[in-house]
């Protein structure tokens, strides 16, 4: 069973538009969530956070939604930039355990 | 992040060969985590680890795989007698706690022959 759901294997955004990611998770008792980005090759770096008592945080072009009733993250990046090209993945803290969603291939092109 | 250091990058087995990978955490980090990435697929939970201690191995396979974290020293996951199908990049993430962020380093890519 998937806890974890990132249903958008890929997604082509042009630069400077803003890149939208989606993920959805299971269990609304599942508090705290974090954004990944990688690249081939590399380790995840750590991008963004949110915790359940809060419906938005903000770094710079990085903005994550939390729509607890719906269960529902989002990764808004504006304005998209060609570096911005990875894989991204969405992660919960299941007890003590970071969960990872399949990952959304994002491809910025100009 | 460059804090979290892992060696080998790249190690090549033959089948039946032991593998050692290392991983060092973030100066004042205690939590370890070790994931293991197939190609083409998602990075999955393997073992989590305090020091001294196994917290969480519910996603360690129960033979050839094991976990320590000593009171000195890095992390270690060592897989014995291993197979091609453990071929992965394998790894690891420290944390200072539970529900905060946790750093990944480079990775470790296994390939089994």
């Known amino acids: 069973d998937q806890q974890v759901k990132q249903n958008s294997p890929s997604l082509s955004v042009q630069e400077g538009r803003i890149s939208i990611l989606n993920c959805d998770y299971t269990n609304s008792m599942f508090d705290y969530f974090l954004w990944y980005k990688k690249y081939p090759a590399e380790g995840p770096t750590f991008l963004i956070s949110i915790s359940s008592i809060k419906d938005k945080n903000e770094d710079g072009r990085f903005t994550v939604f939390l729509n607890k009733s719906a269960k529902h993250l989002s990764l808004h990046i504006v304005p998209s930039q060609p570096g911005d090209s990875a894989v991204y993945f969405c992660?919960?803290?299941?007890?003590?355990?970071?969960?990872f969603g399949t990952g959304t291939r994002l491809q910025v092109f100009p | 992040n460059a804090g979290v250091m892992q060696n080998p990058r790249h190690l090549v087995r033959r089948r039946g060969q032991e593998a050692r990978l290392r991983c060092s955490p973030m100066?004042?980090?205690?939590?370890v985590y070790w994931y293991r990435q197939l190609p083409e697929e998602g990075l999955k939970f393997m073992v989590y680890?305090?020091?001294?201690?196994?917290?969480?191995e519910s996603g360690m396979p129960k033979e050839r795989f094991s976990a320590e974290f000593p009171k000195e020293g890095p992390s270690i996951l060592r897989i014995q007698q291993v197979v091609r199908g453990d071929s992965a990049a394998y790894f690891c993430?420290?944390?200072?706690?539970?529900?905060?962020?946790?750093?990944f380093g480079q990775g470790t890519r296994l390939t089994v022959v």
């Open positions: 100066k004042g980090h205690s939590h």
């Open positions: 993430a420290s944390s200072s706690g539970l529900n905060t962020e946790a750093f």
């Open positions: 992660a919960i803290f299941n007890t003590d355990k970071l969960i």
């Open positions: 680890l305090q020091k001294e201690n196994i917290i969480d």
